[in-house]
């Protein structure tokens, strides 16, 4: 079977991390229980005439892939594939709003055709002209995950050579609304970097898009190797026997990671899981988080997937992620753990190449 | 009449999300499709649905659009001659 490398990322999120040439050194915070996405001026990289119709999420996958492409340089890939939780929910509000408000009638395409969950894949395709394999994953916290497990893979088989992969997620006012109204998003917070002291529950909601390109042959541009990937919907035993599992099955140990990267929202409710393997498992290991800086969205790891590539390559580690005082400065093996509410569990593994 | 022109520049430009155009750059006479604002056939359907809408006037046959939608001016005077609301 091949190996397969990232050779290429592209991140725009509540941070200015569209500038792919600085790593978090300068942070935005906020006093706000939604964080909105620090935008790239779209304009310089999509036609007017297209971009009218395209709500923020189309544009933030659309950037963010042709930043990805530009950074591998390449102009076409064998296939698409992309993780959303809700898909185009902007447009999806604004149809259905519609459907209420004017009593089943008058009912404009625009919104309709851009509000389905593969739009921003479709987008991508019709852009560089790429007629091959185009997929969205639909499933939850765990759609990023899982277009990144088809992309793996299809690499590992040589049924592709290069891939260009992303989670992408918008906001939509209406469903935010909603988690608030059910307590999945706090009721206030003073800063957003503090979510871990908050004490409450729900998380800081957010939204972004997060691109790479990853291929079966090693590259200048590369980042890191996957190593592994595993999903779970619910589960059946402690995260802590599940990590053991997932880490042997690598062929690997325990103290072969040099770096755990963790999902923790500050949600009082869900952290435990978190907790469980960041006080015990992995008490001995470095450990970072990072939706501190990006919210909470159903694909926020692709965000920690773009700091770890980030982290491998440079081997260096922002501050702002650290999570205990544990000092290592060389990372080999970076182990990415992630859930949402308890429910769709991920582990991901990457090695430095 | 001229409140009625006024009144269709900025829904078009609401509707059809004309970011970059102002309702002083819209000519009355300015062709809507092809050189002029350069909408497109899904243009079309969303000014159909304006027209319902806004004035109750249903288009049977959207052939009929490319007629009533080739300016401003046309828009007006047909809505002016047709409308119900």
């Not at chain 1, 906020?30 to 999509?46: F, G, Q, R």
């Not at chain 1, 088809?150 to 918008?170: F, H, P, R, S, Y």
């Not at chain 1, 729900?202 to 042959?217: I, Q, S």
């Not at chain 2, 909408?39 to 109750?56: F, P, Q, R, T």
Request: aromatic share 8%; charged share 20%; hydrophobic share 40%.
């Amino acid at each position: 079977m091949k190996k397969v490398y990232i050779n290429s990322i592209a991140s725009i999120s509540a941070q200015k991390t569209f500038d792919n040439t600085r790593f978090l050194e300068e942070i935005c915070s906020y006093a706000e229980t939604v964080l909105p996405v620090v935008s790239p001026n779209y304009k310089d990289y999509i036609l007017p005439a297209a971009a009218r119709r395209m709500a923020r999420g189309i544009k933030m996958g659309v950037v963010a892939s042709k930043l990805a492409l530009e950074e591998a340089e390449l102009e076409n890939v064998d296939a698409i594939i992309i993780g959303t939780g809700m898909g185009c929910v902007r447009d999806s509000e604004k149809f259905v709003s519609a459907i209420i408000d004017n009593d089943e009638q008058y009912l404009t395409p625009t919104s309709f055709i851009q509000s389905t969950h593969n739009t921003v894949g479709g987008q991508i395709a019709l852009g560089i002209g790429c007629k091959g394999y185009n997929f969205t994953y639909v499933h939850s916290s765990n759609s990023f995950e899982s277009s990144l497990l088809d992309a793996k893979l299809m690499l590992q088989n040589d049924e592709a050579n290069t891939i260009l992969i992303g989670g992408v997620d918008e906001l939509g006012a209406h469903t935010t609304e909603l988690h608030k109204v059910v307590n999945h998003v706090k009721k206030n917070i003073e800063n957003s970097l503090d979510i871990l002291k908050s004490n409450t529950e729900g998380a800081v909601f957010g939204e972004g898009a997060n691109f790479f390109t990853l291929g079966n042959e090693k590259k200048s541009s590369t980042y890191a190797e996957v190593i592994g990937i595993k999903m779970y919907n619910t589960l059946k035993s402690s995260i802590s026997d599940l990590a053991k599992q997932f880490i042997t099955s690598q062929k690997i140990a325990i103290a072969h990671i040099d770096l755990v990267i963790l999902g923790n929202n500050g949600d009082v409710t869900f952290d435990g899981n978190y907790n469980e393997l960041s006080s015990e498992l992995f008490a001995n290991t470095q450990q970072v988080y990072y939706k501190h800086l990006c919210g909470e969205f159903n694909t926020a790891s692709s965000f920690g997937f773009w700091l770890a590539s980030k982290i491998l390559k440079n081997q260096h580690l922002p501050k702002v992620t650290k999570l205990n005082n544990i000092n290592d400065s060389s990372f080999k093996y970076v182990l990415l753990y992630n859930q949402y509410r308890g429910k769709n569990h991920s582990f991901t593994l990457l090695r430095k190449c | 009449m001229e409140a009625l022109k006024q009144e269709l520049k900025e829904n078009i430009i609401e509707q059809l999300n004309l970011e970059d155009i102002s309702v002083a750059e819209i000519g009355d006479n300015d062709p809507l499709f092809g050189d002029g604002l350069g909408l497109d056939s899904i243009d079309a359907l969303e000014l159909i649905v304006m027209l319902d809408k806004d004035y109750g006037i249903k288009l049977t046959d959207p052939k009929e659009g490319k007629v009533i939608f080739e300016s401003v001016e046309v828009m007006a005077n047909y809505i002016s001659a047709n409308r119900k609301k």
